[in-house]
């Protein structure tokens, strides 16, 4: 077990935000993992064949140490920002900096491409961002707007129920590995034992659908540190596009059917009326009986109302 020094006075700094960066290196850790149930074969099918023309990332990202280097995960200064503002924080990094995390990857023998930081730090850092661009729209881009949701929709339960019960339900239950016993959070990992200092650093929570079963933690990053778990529901993620089923459709409608199916993952009324092809009064009464009967419960995300189906809703579309 790790315990991360973080006491009572630290929630007074503790915020959420949702990295497209976090999203894409946790994505190429699902990869590294080899299948999963939680994750789509399909995906990981597509992403691994484009995998060979991005020879940089693929060595940096895919070392035999299984590393990856901070600088690409830099902490959100803002709750939600864009891909474009993450990667002109990477081109800012240090050139001395970037070669060190990435040689950490490899031992004495490295390819070209890792060596290329050595001898070429900015021209290597140039082609490595092209290519997480170029990764970005495979793996990431298909996904974007329910790993969004799904993230939203977490963080407003959570400050909701902050605000309902205590600063310390941000906290609770925030994954099985994941306890905090009011001076330090802790990281129950079986193989390992350690200390971490808080050093004065504000937390900031990432919930990171591709983090899947796992709890990431940055520590080291000049712009902060950082925890990355997975929201509620983000093996939904997956299933946001399958079909509903025969007896599903026989028993609600099939309109009301594709409604519920589609609540796999967090959405508006607007979202639902888009892709189903309803008017918004049409969508809006399909979505206030199926909250009725409590297979969806709504949250409210800044100026948007999501829907997500609830535990009943998941059970009855099996």
Same mark, same amino acid.
């Given at each position: ?10 929630l ?5 935000a949702?990295?497209?960066?976090a ?6 850790f699902a990869?590294r ?6 994750i ?6 597509r992403v691994?064949t484009?995998l060979g ?9 895919f ?13 959100p200064?803002?709750a939600?920002p864009?891909?474009a ?12 900096r970037?070669?060190?995390?990435v040689?950490?990857?490899w ?11 050595v001898?070429d ?8 961002i092209?290519?997480i661009?170029?990764?970005h ?25 902050? @605000? *309902? #019960?205590s600063?310390? =339900?941000? !906290?609770d239950g %925030?994954h ?6 009011g001076?330090a +959070? &802790?990281l129950k ?9 808080g ?5 900031t929570?990432?919930?990171t ?10 520590t ?5 540190r950082s ?7 983000y093996?939904?993620?997956?299933? @946001? *596009? #399958?079909?509903p089923d =025969?007896a !599903?459709?026989? %028993? ?9 199916? +589609? &609540? ?9 009326a ?11 009464h399909?979505l ?5 009967t409590?297979?969806?419960a709504a949250?409210r ?5 999501l ?10 579309t099996?």
């Open positions: 077990m790790i315990a991360w020094e973080f006491g009572a006075a630290d007074a700094g503790l915020r959420f949702h990295s497209p960066m999203e894409l290196v946790a994505s190429v990869l993992a080899g299948p999963a149930p939680w789509r074969p399909g995906w990981r099918a691994s484009a023309g991005w020879p940089t990332l693929r060595a940096v990202l070392g035999p140490r299984g590393y990856a280097p901070d600088f690409l995960t830099p902490v200064s803002v939600r864009r891909l503002d993450e990667l002109a924080v990477l081109a800012a990094t240090p050139a001395d970037v070669a060190e995390q040689r950490a990857g031992g004495a023998v490295a390819p070209a491409e890792v060596e290329r930081f001898t730090p900015r021209g290597a850092l140039a082609a490595l092209t290519e661009r170029a990764y729209q495979v793996a990431i881009v298909p996904l974007w707007p329910r790993l969004r949701a799904v993230a939203d929709a977490e963080i407003a339960a959570r400050v909701r129920a902050a @605000a *309902e #019960r600063p310390r =339900a941000l !906290l %925030l099985p590995r994941l306890d905090w016993d001076s +959070l &802790l990992y079986p193989d390992k034992t350690d200390e971490w200092p050093e004065g650093q504000d937390l929570l990432l919930p659908g591709f983090a899947g079963p796992q709890v990431y933690a940055l080291g990053s000049p712009t902060g925890l990355w778990y997975a929201p509620r529901g093996g939904n993620i997956w299933d @946001a *596009e #399958r079909e =025969a !599903l459709s026989a %028993l609600l409608g099939p309109t009301r059917a594709a409604v519920l199916t +589609l &609540l796999a993952a967090p959405a508006s009324t607007g979202d639902i888009d892709r189903l092809g309803l008017a918004a009064a049409t969508a809006s399909h206030t009986t199926l909250r009725d409590g297979l969806v949250e995300s800044g100026r948007r109302l829907y997500q189906r609830t535990h009943l809703g998941d059970q009855l099996g």
